[in-house]
């Protein structure tokens, strides 16, 4: 069965004064319908650039390209701009992490809400009101009716997101990609716009790209995972597989950093090192100067994605079981 | 995976050569060709003022009484002895406008100076003072912005009396609430960042917070505001001095040139041209080069 | 231990103008905090946005005086007025911010930035100054060159280290961390904890971590005070409260978190409804609307913080809630 998204060899470069940037390298991605896919990563390591990307949310001065960029059959790459802001506005929706500043301070929660329904939906305005008084019932904002007059700065941030998120499937998507839509939240609303989200995304049989720094957030809500690094697609797996027995050196560094993973009070395991920037990208593998496996050949070569009979890794030497690479001396 | 010992040592520096923020800023500058004309020609202005004893082939004020309204060296009846001609009592205008760059630039100097500091401590004090000292300093620069400018400038030459001088006191008060305004907008929304509590922390008194923690960090649309604020002065004074309240003949100043000798723009067009035209080229190069300053400092404010 | 740190029923209250003519609401953004910290402790300040922790921060760094109530500092209250008091308990705390891109000063070098709590505050010489500067820089992990740079030549992780540095050159007895790795990719957070971890051993500083981190607060946390609209609801040693909490908005905190699961993925029982106005707190117990243990006593009665299994809370039904858990 062909994926509702299919994305090879996605590379998106910047010009900055400083040189090019190459923020998405060669990255593959898979979503098939009714899938969570999760997308985790740090800062740098391209996992919201690639999806602005799909988008077409990157400014000028960002080149994009891809060997596949398909959704649901149709090749984006042969659209002219207008015809794929017509199939993405309404096929795909996408959220962001700060829910107050990503709606237009100037215009009501209802207008917004409407204007996206009148784009794509057309209908009556009668009937556009009433979809969006259904809508906003459906994310949970107590009573609609009078929040459709309210503006941004009125709501709380809580509230905020739910109408993105209610704007965002207004039109009936396919696919919901949402970049880190939690982050910015309280610990106890994070929970409800999750519950929301993954309440929504069964009801709809939605696909989701959950885009996200937290480890655990994923592990709860996504059947698939991809780990960034750098701007390249690291690993990717199911998601239970990923917790239990990560195979890149990156991942398991990242899981083993977490202090839920450390007793209290005892030193925390880190990576040294930073996230390369534009000087200083390694010949070899990107990981390699902070891995602490990492062999001559890591630093002289770039590790391919590399199959086994989980999923698939960027390294010559993942881990195994144990958690040590497989082909070295313990 | 530990740190060794406290310093993380694999740690990859930034690699290009450290840039302060000036350095940045001048290759942005650099990219805008405008800009860069601008500058070149003030610079260029910059030195004909230094250099106008040796550059000016005649004194300003001397009159050459066989010499009336000679026309410039390229048209019939000039002489290569005064390349842009005399005016009505024989001087020579290339001279004049040589000396007159001096005097441009001194006056664009001091306005600004007197403008630019006396706003920013009214600004900076606004904005930290809060309160009725906020108040009254804010109103007090809405009633003078209220006020035509060059009206409200006839109106203090007049009280103090035409002159050269004067008319620069009266330009500087004038362009004083633009930059009163802009400090204190910088400054208030400086003060909402972590660092100048940081510096509260620190035990930073309120002096060194104004001049030291947060100026320095308002300076961007103060600089560009300055270097507009320069030909605005220029400008100003030229009016000025065209009404006859600025600088007194026989002073060399662009306006009260223009002013003497509107009524010979049919007969002898280059006595009116040629300082209308020194007027129009450096306020346009201010102008490119203001436009070039700020576009070059936006990047780093939005970084 | 010695107490480096004492607040008595610490109260801050703002007024916000309603229009010209109506009179001002009084919002209560820290009502009643009191707690004691020993050198060498670490006391976390918990809560979500709206409860109070920023503001409590602000004032245990005297930023800003206290409405009502006592801060003590070494045993000094704050409210001194002699200079070289003032200059002594300025010292004594220094805080780290939250944001590493807005808490150091872009226009000044790092050299500067570091140098300036020893230009205020004391007579060292140039020379000792920026000795002193280099012998932190590196005791923070910096390499040499940093003191000539600017800010925005670092990454986040480093310009925490120099905010850290920053807060320790004037040898203070308390650091208020306002949620210092909330900003830092996960790797780097563990760098700085481990900093700061460090450096209270080696220098047996005392910590007020303002945070709304849980996993982090239970590293590195002895203590944890939970806030809830400006007043504490629950108080006590961290192993315990994570353990066995006592208030209902505890366990909702920590009920919410997201924890790493595979296989068989529990549900969370999330929170309903939101932090309600702090211009209207609701009569009683501020938490009663959201709370599932919530009674009719519960809507009259403000609860007062009381002892209960070791810890304090405020909670007219902790025996409940601590039951609910078994």
């Not at chain 3, 070289?84 to 150091?104: C, E, H, I, T, W």
């Not at chain 3, 390499?143 to 050159?169: D, K, N």
Request: charge should be neutral.
């Amino acid at each position: 069965m062909p994926a509702l998204l299919e994305i090879r060899g996605l590379t998106v470069e910047f010009a900055t004064s400083r040189g090019t940037l190459r923020a998405v390298d060669h990255v593959d991605m898979d979503v098939a319908e009714g899938e969570v896919l999760g997308v985790v990563g740090e800062s740098g390591s391209g996992k919201s650039v690639s999806m602005l990307a799909l988008m077409g949310l990157l400014g000028s001065n960002a080149k994009l390209t891809a060997d596949r960029l398909a959704f649901a059959g149709t090749d984006l790459l042969t659209l002219t701009p207008r015809q794929r802001r017509k199939l993405v506005g309404k096929d795909v929706a996408m959220i962001f992490q700060e829910p107050t500043t990503s709606l237009n301070p100037c215009f009501t929660v209802g207008f917004q809400i409407v204007e996206a329904l009148k784009e794509h939906m057309g209908g009556t305005r009668k009937w556009r009101r009433d979809r969006a008084v259904e809508l906003l019932t459906l994310v949970g904002i107590p009573d609609p009716g009078a929040r459709l007059n309210a503006f941004p700065h009125q709501l709380s941030g809580g509230m905020n997101q739910r109408v993105m998120i209610a704007m965002a499937i207004a039109c009936q998507p396919r696919l919901l990609i949402a970049d880190e839509p939690t982050t910015a939240l309280d610990v106890t609303i994070q929970a409800q716009i999750l519950e929301l989200l993954t309440r929504l995304q069964r009801q709809h049989n939605m696909a989701m790209v959950l885009i996200t720094h937290d480890m655990a957030v994923v592990s709860e809500t996504a059947q698939r995972v991809q780990v960034m690094y750098a701007g390249q697609l690291v690993e990717t797996r199911s998601a239970d597989e990923l917790f239990t027995r990560p195979r890149h050196p990156y991942t398991a560094a990242l899981l083993s950093s977490l202090p839920e993973h450390a007793e209290r009070r005892a030193r925390l395991a880190t990576i040294p090192g930073l996230v390369p920037g534009i000087g200083d990208r390694p010949v070899g593998c990107l990981f390699s100067p902070r891995c602490a496996y990492a062999t001559d050949r890591c630093r002289g070569e770039r590790p391919a994605l590399y199959r086994d009979p989980e999923g698939l890794a960027r390294c010559f030497y993942p881990l195994d079981d144990s958690g040590r690479p497989e082909g070295v001396a313990a | 995976m530990s740190e060794a010992a406290a310093t993380p040592t694999p740690q990859t520096e930034p690699v290009s050569a450290p840039l302060t923020p000036a350095r940045e800023v001048w290759l942005h500058f650099r990219q805008n060709k405008g800009a860069m004309v601008g500058m070149y020609f003030i610079v260029c202005l910059v030195l004909t003022a230094i250099l106008a004893d040796v550059l000016a082939p005649h004194s300003p004020i001397v009159q050459f009484r066989e010499a009336l309204l000679v026309p410039p060296a390229w048209q019939e009846g000039g002489s290569w002895r005064f390349i842009l001609g005399t005016d009505d009592i024989g001087r020579d205008i290339l001279s004049r406008l040589i000396y007159g760059a001096r005097l441009s630039m001194i006056i664009g100097f001091i306005v600004v100076f007197l403008s630019l500091g006396f706003g920013v401590v009214l600004g900076l004090t606004a904005a930290f003072a809060r309160g009725t000292v906020e108040i009254l300093i804010m109103r007090l620069m809405d009633i003078m912005l209220a006020l035509p400018s060059l009206l409200l400038a006839i109106v203090i030459v007049a009280i103090l009396g035409p002159g050269l001088f004067n008319a620069m006191i009266a330009v500087s008060i004038v362009s004083l609430p633009h930059f009163t305004r802009l400090a204190r907008a910088s400054a208030m929304s400086e003060l909402t960042r972590e660092y100048v509590s940081s510096a509260r922390i620190a035990g930073a008194g309120t002096l060194r917070l104004m001049f030291r923690t947060v100026l320095p960090n308002c300076m961007a649309p103060l600089i560009v505001q300055a270097t507009l604020g320069f030909s605005n002065a220029i400008l100003d004074a030229a009016a000025l001095g065209f009404l006859g309240l600025g600088a007194q003949p026989p002073t060399p100043e662009w306006g009260t040139m223009l002013a003497g000798s509107l009524q010979f723009v049919q007969r002898a067009w280059w006595v009116v041209t040629f300082p209308g035209l020194a007027i129009l080229l450096t306020v346009l190069a201010f102008n490119l080069m203001g436009d070039g300053l700020r576009d070059a400092l936006d990047p780093k404010l939005k970084r | 231990m010695t107490v480096v740190m004492e607040a008595k029923g610490v109260r801050r209250y703002y007024e916000v103008r309603k229009g010209m003519l109506a009179k001002p609401a009084v919002v209560r953004a820290v009502d009643g905090v009191s707690f004691t910290l020993e050198a060498g402790k670490t006391l976390a300040i918990v809560g979500e946005s709206g409860c109070g922790k920023s503001s409590l921060a602000r004032v245990l760094a005297m930023l800003e005086q206290p409405t009502d109530g006592e801060l003590l500092i070494d045993g000094l209250p704050t409210l001194a007025q002699e200079p070289d008091r003032r200059v002594k308990l300025r010292r004594a705390v220094q805080m780290v911010f939250q944001n590493p891109y807005g808490s150091l000063n872009p226009r000044h070098t790092v050299g500067r930035i570091l140098e300036e709590p020893l230009e205020i505050n004391t007579d060292l010489s140039r020379e000792a100054r920026a000795e002193a500067a280099r012998a932190i820089l590196a005791r923070v992990g910096l390499r040499p060159e940093a003191y000539g740079r600017y800010p925005h030549m670092f990454s986040g992780g480093q310009r925490q280290r120099i905010a850290i540095a920053r807060a320790l050159m004037l040898n203070p007895r308390v650091v208020i961390a306002d949620e210092p790795v909330s900003a830092l990719d996960i790797s780097i957070q563990g760098q700085i904890l481990n900093l700061l971890m460090d450096l209270q051993d080696e220098l047996q500083l005392a910590y007020i971590f303002v945070s709304h981190d849980l996993g982090v607060v239970h590293h590195i946390a002895d203590e944890v005070m939970v806030m809830y609209l400006g007043r504490p609801v629950e108080h006590g040693e961290t192993s315990l409260l994570f353990d066995r909490p006592a208030h209902p908005y505890t366990r909702a905190l920590l009920g919410s978190r997201p924890r790493i699961q595979t296989g068989d993925k529990t549900p969370r029982k999330t929170l309903s409804g939101e932090l309600p106005s702090p211009l209207r707190p609701p009569p009683g117990c501020a938490f009663h609307q959201r709370c599932t243990f919530a009674t009719e006593l519960c809507t009259r009665d403000r609860p007062e913080l009381r002892q209960v299994e070791g810890r304090a809370v405020a909670c007219h039904h902790a025996e409940t809630v601590l039951a609910a858990a078994a």
